[in-house]
Each structure stands twice: as C-alpha cells, then as structure tokens.
C-alpha cells in the first residue's frame, strides 16, 4: 500500500492533478477488468468433481452420439500442439475420435509429436500427407478417417475446454434433430492466459449473411458436411464459413451453446491475434457470401466490406428502379376534427 501511495505522489508532482486522475482510472479500470475476468474464467470452468460427474453422466446418456474432431496440422509450435491434443483426450465426455492430418510439415517434431499421441490412445487417427495442400484440402484428408455422426472442428493451435463435448451431447439428446450447434469461446495467448471472451447471439440466418459470428466451437452432422461436398479447394481462410453457409442452406437445425467451449489461440500470425494477418480469408469469405446469396434467390448479389474487417454489408442488384407509391389524404376541418373526436 505504500509503495501505491508514493507512486501516486511522484505522478501528483510529475504530472498534477489531471495526470493523478488519469494513473487512478487505468489502475481502476485494470483491477475491475481482472475481477471481471476471474468472474467469467470461474463461471465457465467446471471443477474437477463437475468433470467427473459429466464422465459419469455421459456413459448414461440414451443417445450416445460419436464426434469426430477434424484437425489439421501444419509446422505448428509443438507446445500448441501438444495443448491442442491434450485437450481432445482431457474430454469428460469419451465418445469421439480425433481425425488428424499433417499437411507435409518440415519439421521434424511434429510427426513425431502425432505418432506418440496416436500410440497412447486408439481413438486418435492420423494420415501424414506427401505435400502440402493448404487447410481446405488437409481438412478433406482428416474428414476421410472419420466415422462419427457429428464433426467438431479444431484448429492445430487451439484448446477445447474439457466439457465441449459433453455439452454439446447434452444439446443432442435434448434435441436429436439438430444439425449444427456452435459455442460461446475466448482467446488464450501464448502462455495459455485466457482473455477477451465473445458471448454470441442466437443463431440468425440473416445475420449469418453478413458475418461468420459463429466461429468456434463449430460441430456439424456429417452426413450434411458430406452432402455439400466438404471443404472447397479456393476458399482457405475461410473455409469454415464457407462449410457452414452450404449445410445450413440445407438445414436450419441450429442451435447455440450460451458457454465458453473452445479457447482460440491469439498469436503473432494468427487471425485471432490480428485481423489483417490473413488478407485472402476476406476475399474467399465474399466469394462463399456471394454464392450463398446467389443459392438463397438473390439476383446479382453484391458484397461489400464495412469499416469492420469480417463484417459484410450484403444487397441485391436491382434490374430496375422499385416504383413506389406515396398516398396522401385530405380531410377538410370539420371532418378532422370529427374523426379525431370518435
């Protein structure tokens, strides 16, 4: 507490009153943000009993459905990685298998990292591809080990919290016909610190035609993601979107999961640690809008981006000026104040 009150003396002197008041808004503003933090960190992180229970109840469940996690990998940092396949065997709920393709890394460790993981548990399947495809195609060649009725998508850098599964279970058998359920998630950084948490909306068609809001944790009925015909070769950035507005122009079985289940790592390179790092995710995006729109029955749809990067403003060409009709209606005095009199 001393050492508070001399700082706060040497920026009085340093800076006067208006600095003071500056210094106390930041330091109270910090410690209210590290109390919110804790509070939301601690509502959306279930304890180690509560993880044993739902191990517990999930073995009970009558619908017991298998989830395949999709993850592709590329030259990733190997404690990512390593936190990335951990998390998908930390599951309280156990029916699912982690489909895992290596897009040709060059770096050694990596192999070596899957092959060890794939040893230590039979639910993880692996394929190491001969070259380098982009994530749209490592993507597809994961897809081709699954067997599970639903498919979860991971990226190689990202944590699942341990109880994404299982919520997403409980979701199913309150709700069998459901065929795409999405979460609320937040970022970790390097050091795994969690923080900036997103807290989505209902799901909203409309919305969906502007902005990919859904992002992550994404699970989708397999059968729908086979249908459409998988990821598409061209839209890499956003292929996840891209996926996802094809299965719901089938389906609009969706539901939202209002928790935090996926934890999406924010690093220098990465979309979550900067929006500008990957410039072809846009352009692929508006490419998957346009098509969706054309799909949906606009003519000539136009897309076009806003002062937000990722947020689209979405019309439709209009092969002639709308002809509009303004009626106006006169009443003399007298039947005015009649009628406002009745």
Known sequence: MRGIV??????????????????????????????VRRKWIGLSTPTS??????????RGFGYQPLFSVVLPVFNTKPRFLREAL???????????????????????????ILKSYAQKDSRIKVVMRPENGHISAASNSALDLATGEFVALLDHDDVLAPHALYEVALALNQDTNLDMIYSDED????????????FKGAWSPE??????????LLVLRRELVERVGRFRIGFEGSQDYDLALRVTALSRKVAHLPQILYHWRSHAGS??????????????AKKALREALEQAGLKQPEVNDTWVPG???????????PKVSVLVYFFEEGDLENRLST
């Not at 919305?207 to 992550?216: A, E, L, T």
């Open 6 to 35: 001399a700082r706060l003396k040497k920026v009085l002197a340093r800076e006067g009153v208006a600095g003071l008041v500056r210094s106390l808004s930041f330091h109270l503003g910090a410690a209210y943000a590290r109390i």
């Open 49 to 58: 009993s509560r993880l044993a229970n739902m191990r517990e109840e999930s």
């Open 86 to 112: 951990g998390s998908v065997l930390e599951q309280a709920y156990p029916f699912w298998e982690l489909c895992v393709a290596d897009d040709a890394s060059t770096d050694p460790q990596i192999v070596r």
């Open 187 to 198: 970022k970790i950084d390097q050091c795994s610190w969690r923080m900036e948490p997103a």
């Open 207 to 216: 919305y969906f035609f502007s902005f990919m809001y859904i992002g992550h």
């Open 271 to 284: 979309v979550a640690g900067d929006l500008g790092a990957k410039p072809y995710a846009f352009e692929a």
């Open 311 to 321: 947020v689209y403003r979405t019309t439709e060409a209009l092969s002639r000026p």
